[in-house]
């Protein structure tokens, strides 16, 4: 059996972060809606007291966050590429010009998109844990993006994967920015240490750009891969053009069944004449 078919060590990480982040983001869901039935106020001031939900959310994106400072044998090369132990030069390679026009949209759109976020809360459209539950609905898809389906690797980045991705550790930053909102200890700590995050991987790329891209470091060319994340987002890419292709066989075909489903209807009436 092919080493295809097995999932990889990082492919099982990011399916268990997607488990558990999917379950603290129901418990944060199904806790709001139990709080607002109960007594209509805000869910924040409860998990506040009782520490016991906003304290597992913090240690768990915390502990996340300072692994991703150091190397890892597991986690995925897209955030792994900026450690010099993973920079494998490539004889001859150039560096891409106009290297940042794509980051810079990326980082307008989320910035817009989570700026009316940020006026909803100020009117009390949003409340507080509102906010922190679309925080933990960013952390799923965050998830999603790497195993299934990318709308920025797509639509901006057009890069050929996770591994050499240019914005993978704006990740933190990005699923945090609803939380900037709220003045807690920590939904502000959280942000600061996605910041320095954040700070950390730009400052990494300003001083040795070439361990972000394929045509200058070798640990991002497809054959020196162990991680196959790319592999669901390629089996769901079959699925969906399988499934097209079905749909214009089926269209294609639909005069012509219709032309023998008519048939057989008028065919019992053509007897029923004749017999008459």
């Known amino acids: 059996m092919s080493n295809a078919k097995h999932l990889s060590n990082t492919c099982m990480l990011h399916y268990a972060k997607l488990v558990y982040r999917?379950?603290?983001?129901?418990?944060?869901?199904?806790?709001?809606?139990?709080?607002?039935v109960r007594t209509?106020?805000?869910?924040?001031?409860?998990?506040?007291?009782?520490?016991?939900?906003l304290t597992v959310i913090w240690l768990v994106f915390a502990v996340e966050m300072i692994l991703r400072f150091f190397?890892?044998?597991?986690?995925?090369?897209?955030?792994?590429?900026?450690?010099?132990?993973?920079?494998?030069?490539?004889?001859?390679?150039?560096?891409p010009e106009k290297r940042n026009r794509s980051t810079l949209v990326v980082a307008v759109v989320w910035i817009g998109m989570n700026a009316v976020l940020g006026v909803l809360y100020a009117v009390s459209?949003?409340?507080e844990m509102l906010m922190i539950i679309i925080g933990l609905t960013y952390s799923v898809c965050d998830m999603i993006?790497?195993?299934?389906?990318?709308?920025?690797?797509?639509?901006?980045?057009k890069n050929k994967c996770c591994g050499s991705c240019r914005i993978y550790n704006w990740d933190y930053a990005m699923m945090f920015t609803p939380l900037v909102f709220i003045r807690s200890v920590y939904t502000w700590s959280l942000c600061a240490l996605a910041l320095v995050l954040l700070i950390r991987w730009e400052m990494t790329f300003r001083l040795h750009p070439e361990r972000?891209?394929?045509?200058?470091?070798?640990?991002?060319?497809?054959?020196?891969?162990?991680?196959?994340?790319?592999?669901?987002?390629?089996?769901?890419?079959?699925?969906?053009?399988?499934?097209q292709q079905l749909a214009i066989q089926a269209q294609k075909d639909l005069?012509?069944?219709?032309?023998?489903?008519?048939e057989k209807v008028r065919a019992p009436r053509s007897r029923r004449s004749h017999g008459a």
């Not at 209509?40 to 939900?53: H, I, P, Q």
Request: charged share 20%.
């Open 145 to 157: 993006c790497i195993l299934f389906f990318c709308p920025f690797q797509t639509w901006f980045m």
């Open 255 to 262: 005069p012509a069944v219709t032309a023998a489903v008519t």
């Open 212 to 243: 972000f891209y394929e045509a200058t470091n070798q640990s991002l060319k497809c054959v020196n891969c162990h991680e196959k994340l790319c592999q669901h987002k390629k089996q769901l890419r079959r699925f969906l053009r399988r499934q």
């Open 22 to 36: 999917s379950c603290l983001l129901l418990i944060a869901v199904a806790l709001y809606i139990f709080q607002r």
């Open 125 to 127: 459209v949003l409340d």
């Open 71 to 95: 190397p890892s044998s597991i986690e995925s090369m897209g955030c792994q590429k900026q450690f010099t132990k993973n920079y494998i030069p490539e004889e001859g390679g150039q560096l």
């Open 40 to 53: 209509g106020s805000g869910l924040l001031a409860e998990l506040t007291r009782g520490r016991a939900v």
